[in-house]
């Protein structure tokens, strides 16, 4: 991916394009995995991970190395956070789906990763169903959840991306928090 | 979970109503969002509940936080690496994933003798035993060798040090094969041809004497290139050879494990066979696939005899595997449909499929079924009804005169039986529906057991019941499994009765073509074979085979009513292809197998091949013992025949011995009237004249012509045998005269069996040379050598010392 590509997806897929940031979602997708794997092995266990942490090391790694070329960060971010969304939401689909047929056969890894950390496990799966539900319903609310959490875009930025009114933006953030965070609790 | 109605959002339009509240209150300040929700409460006090709570929520989001981290934690694979870095020549790099043997991560060659990377396995302390043995050393070596471009390969290995043992396998990028299956949505011959290609490797690797033990989707990986590579070969041997045992691996993963690995019994090639039809299996269970997509019954058959329970009904090699997945291919027939018998094909297969835990399965639907209706008894009829479809799978299994379910129903547990019997006495009182049947289902169970006694009084109470409330069904059913065991237990003229109600019943119901019909038509051609009624029996049988069902069976029967004709070689020649018939079979039954051997055996006996004879009927009673256990003590016949056996081959002793036991189990099973018993006190009576007690053998062929005479109104063939053997004893005991009577009675009665067919056979020629014995004079001698014929032997016998 050149960088003059890069910028053209950007801008097709900000333009309102589906297929555009739908490959631009795949570019972040598997990148945005392998790092994470890789920062993971570096933070040590006792250390709980702030949600944007993964995202940001991920661009500074990406930018670093120059593999990534974007104008801003708050755009990588934004497609970084959607990313881990729809990563989540994936990962409950597969889920589900073992859950209806007892032989799907991916059973094993995932059942292992959940052995090794069973909560936190069920918590992702309860978290994938949750968005997936709330996608349909208003993805409005979703995006600005994904961009303020997963991405860490402040509300002026995600205000910027959304095309409303910063207030407006900051309610959209708490009314998918109040949601979100009810639904988990539950 | 969501799907368990938790962690849901509330319904749509409920959902934005609340939503748009919601919005408006996060819009308001603080006082007037605490007035707006006291106006809420009092419309609903519930929702105004609900949108404080989501309110408490948007406010304070530290939980959350806490949830994200760990998800995004959980996500990315919160795997530390260990302390220890570096493991002999390698450094690790990242996690890549944790399994049930070992972690497993990404490593690359830290001396820098060359650039290669490799997937680290470091071995669960639990799973680690001692130090290295030199069988750990001797196996990896062997692995190591091992050269196949579709096998990653063994590079290195050691113990780390907190004594983990460590291997280094060659690093391979490439996807499950069944995620790639379903990620290049493959069809199905496209899958058989990828699967080729693991059997392939997997064969070439039995060739070399490496079995892979853990043959499952996430050790097949399939490149981008579409080559298949198997990971982790033999290393789950690699791991019981550390435990000191070479042989005996761990199941490392429960749900693709073999049945003899689940046990810990030895692996052998026979598992990579079982896993093999587990994996192809796996590969064809696409949830994308449409329905017309789903395996056919070729391929069904295919897995089936792949995973088969016992190790020696599955493909005997991975070669032959792979054949049949070829032939499935190239559209060409499958070994493991058998040859021709389309039409059974069906059931077969559903058998195989059965017999994976069948016993279990029926021993758990015997206690289910009594449990629910236990529970039921307690409810409204209409609900019997829904749970008599529990009994359906029974009777399935236990179809009525389905001579292929005794191979299962043997094994269930006689305690199980009497305690489902009881329950039933104790339980189902008020549900006289449920409880004929269930009373039904577990006559044929015994039945199928050869215990007919205690079949017929669950027949007799099924019928009682079912005749007091009017259940036709069940009426019909019980009269048949009386029927059944009418065949050999004495009351003959009701059962043909019974018999040819429940087919006229049948042939209404079902047609003349039904498979159904067949097996009545055989019960009762057996039927007219106990009561010596042979020609109607021959009958009965041609018209089944002319209908070309149940072709074993018919056949052998056929056999067994030839023999008693006397027309030794087309009896011969019906069980020759019974025999044959048995044995092609793609699922052999052991029973049925057995039951032919037997007939088989008695027809040599008879024909004077009594060592023959002898190697069939040893071949059948190590068949049952192997079914039954080897304190089988059931199914009679075979001890009766071994007796037989043993009096033609001069050994009257062990004669006596088998056959004493014979008469004692005919009785237990059967009645006083069956004509199997007196058959056999017959037979009895033969080694008593040999053994020189005619008192003795004068009771048991008196008692034998007793019986066999209230078998059918006219004289039934084979009393010619205990009239002989009585002609013989009343002349020992010095009443020539009376024993004159009897052997002229015998003469007539073989003289009117076979003069038409053969006036020089071997029975005519017994029966005169035993009349001239008497003193009478008998001239009907000409004709073949016949020495060793049974009948023969036993006046033979006699012949020096009585004369």
Redesign the interface.
């Known amino acids: 991916m050149t960088r003059s590509g890069f910028n053209a997806l950007l801008t097709a897929a900000e333009g309102g394009d589906p297929e555009a940031w739908q490959e631009l979602m795949t570019l972040v997708y598997d990148d945005l995995k392998r790092i994470a794997h890789r920062q993971m092995a570096r933070i040590r266990p006792e250390h709980t991970l702030s949600t944007t942490v993964l995202v940001h090391e991920a661009f500074e790694n990406l930018a670093e190395q120059q593999k990534l070329p974007v104008r801003e960060r708050a755009d990588f971010y934004a497609i970084c956070a959607a990313a881990i969304r729809q990563i989540i939401i994936d990962h409950h689909r597969k889920r589900s789906a073992r859950k209806r047929t007892m032989d799907d056969p991916q059973g094993w890894s995932a059942t292992e990763a959940a052995r090794s950390n069973p909560e936190a496990e069920n918590a992702l799966i309860a978290l994938g169903g949750i968005l997936e539900q709330l996608l349909a319903r208003d993805r409005q609310l979703v995006e600005a959840f994904e961009m303020y959490y997963f991405g860490g875009l402040s509300s002026e930025e995600i205000a910027t991306r959304l095309q409303v009114s910063r207030r407006s933006a900051q309610r959209l953030i708490a009314r998918s928090r109040a949601w979100i965070a009810d639904a988990l609790i539950d | 979970?969501?799907?368990d109605g938790?962690?849901?959002?509330p319904p749509?339009a409920r959902?934005?109503q609340i939503?748009r509240l919601?919005?408006q209150l996060?819009?308001l300040g603080e006082k007037a969002r605490a007035r707006r929700l006291s106006e809420l409460s009092a419309e609903s006090p519930s929702l105004a509940a609900r949108l404080e709570?989501?309110?408490a929520?948007?406010r304070d989001?530290s939980?959350?936080?806490?949830?994200?981290?760990?998800?995004?934690?959980?996500?990315?694979?919160?795997?530390?690496?260990p302390r220890q870095r570096r493991f002999g020549p390698w450094r690790l790099l990242?996690?890549?994933?944790?399994?049930?043997m070992a972690q497993v991560f990404r490593a690359e060659r830290a001396d820098g003798a060359y650039t290669q990377e490799v997937a680290l396995k470091l071995v669960w302390p639990s799973l680690s035993g001692e130090a290295t043995s030199r069988q750990f050393v001797a196996e990896r070596q062997l692995l190591a060798n091992m050269d196949d471009p579709r096998i990653a390969r063994l590079l290195d290995g050691g113990v780390s040090e907190d004594g983990r043992p460590w291997l280094a396998m060659e690093y391979v990028d490439g996807l499950?094969i069944?995620?790639y299956c379903r990620h290049e949505r493959l069809d199905p011959a496209r899958r058989v041809a990828l699967f080729i290609q693991v059997t392939g490797a997997v064969s070439a690797a039995h060739r070399r004497l490496a079995i892979h033990g853990d043959i499952?989707?996430?050790n097949v990986l399939v490149d981008d290139r579409g080559r298949v590579r198997l990971l982790d070969f033999g290393i789950g041997r690699l791991l019981g050879a550390k435990a000191g045992d070479l042989a005996v691996a761990p199941a490392l993963?429960p749900?693709f494990a073999s049945p003899e690995q689940a046990d810990r019994r030895p692996i052998t090639t026979a598992s990579d066979i079982f896993q093999l039809g587990t994996l192809l299996?796996?590969m064809l269970?696409d949830?994308d696939s449409r329905p017309v997509e789903r395996i056919d019954h070729d391929l069904q058959a295919l897995i089936s005899k792949a995973t088969a329970v016992e190790p020696d009904k599955r493909y005997t090699s991975v070669d032959a595997l792979e054949s049949d997945a070829r032939a499935w291919l190239e559209h060409r027939p499958l070994a493991a449909r058998g040859s021709g018998r389309l039409y059974r094909l069906g059931r077969l297969v559903r058998r195989r499929r059965m017999a994976t835990g069948a016993i279990l399965v029926v021993t758990a639907m015997l206690i289910a079924a009594l449990g629910v209706y236990h529970i039921q008894a307690q409810r409204i009829a209409t609900e019997a009804a829904v749970s008599l479809s529990v009994t359906a799978f029974l009777e399935d299994m236990l179809h009525a005169g389905d001579p292929y379910a005794v191979d299962v129903s043997a094994r269930i547990p006689d305690q199980l039986l009497e305690q489902a019997v009881d329950r039933v006495d104790s339980e189902l009182g008020q549900q006289p529906k449920v409880s004929a049947r269930i009373l039904n289902v577990l006559g044929e169970v015994y039945h199928s057991r050869g215990e007919g006694r205690r079949a017929r009084e669950l027949f007799e109470r099924a019928g009682t019941l079912a005749a007091r409330h009017g259940l036709v069904e069940e009426s019909t059913r019980s009269r048949a499994g009386m029927a059944a065991v009418g065949i050999w237990s004495g009351d003959y003229a009701s059962a043909e009765q019974a018999l040819r109600t429940v087919l006229a019943q049948q042939e209404a119901t079902h047609g003349q073509e039904a498979a159904v019909v067949a097996r009545t038509r055989l019960q009762l051609a057996d039927l007219l074979h106990s009561r010596g009624l042979y020609q109607a029996a021959e009958e009965q049988t041609l018209q089944v085979l002319a209908r070309r069902h149940e072709r074993a069976w018919a056949q052998r029967i056929l056999g067994m009513i030839l023999r008693d004709q006397g027309r030794f070689e087309e009896a011969e020649a019906s069980l020759a292809q019974a025999l044959a018939r048995e044995r092609e079979r793609p699922d052999p039954h052991r029973d049925m197998l057995a039951i032919v051997l037997e007939h088989y055996g008695q027809l040599l006996l008879h024909v004077g091949q009594a060592r023959n004879a002898q190697a069939m009927l040893d071949e059948a009673l190590s068949m049952r013992r192997e079914l039954l256990g080897p304190d089988w003590d059931g199914l009679v016949w075979t001890r009766h025949w071994l007796g037989l056996a043993a009096l033609a081959q001069g050994q009257p002793e062990r004669a006596e011995r088998l056959l004493d036991m014979t008469v004692a189990d005919y009785r237990t099973a059967f009645s006083e009237h069956s004509h199997l018993l007196a058959i056999a006190r017959s037979d009895l009576g033969w080694v008593q004249l040999v053994l020189e007690r005619p008192a003795r053998a004068e009771a048991l062929f008196t008692s034998a012509i007793r019986s066999l005479e209230q078998v059918q109104s006219g004289d039934h063939p084979r009393l010619a045998e205990p009239l002989m053997g009585l002609a013989l004893a009343r002349l020992a005991l010095g009443e020539p005269a009376d024993a004159r009577r009897h052997s002229a009675r015998a003469l007539a009665i073989r003289r009117n069996l076979l003069a038409h067919i053969d006036p020089a056979h071997p029975w005519i020629v017994s029966a005169c040379r035993t009349h001239r014995l008497a003193g009478a004079s008998c001239d009907e001698e000409a004709g073949p050598s016949i020495n060793g014929y049974l009948d023969l032997i036993r006046t033979a016998a006699l012949q020096g010392s009585e004369i």
């Open positions: 979970m969501d799907s938790k962690h849901r959002l749509q959902w934005h939503d919601l919005e996060l819009g709570r989501l309110l929520s948007a989001d939980g959350l936080e806490q949830t994200l981290s760990d998800v995004l934690g959980c996500l990315s694979g919160r795997e530390a690496l990242e996690p890549v994933g944790t399994g049930g499950p069944t995620d499952k989707p996430s993963t749900r299996q796996c269970d949830a």
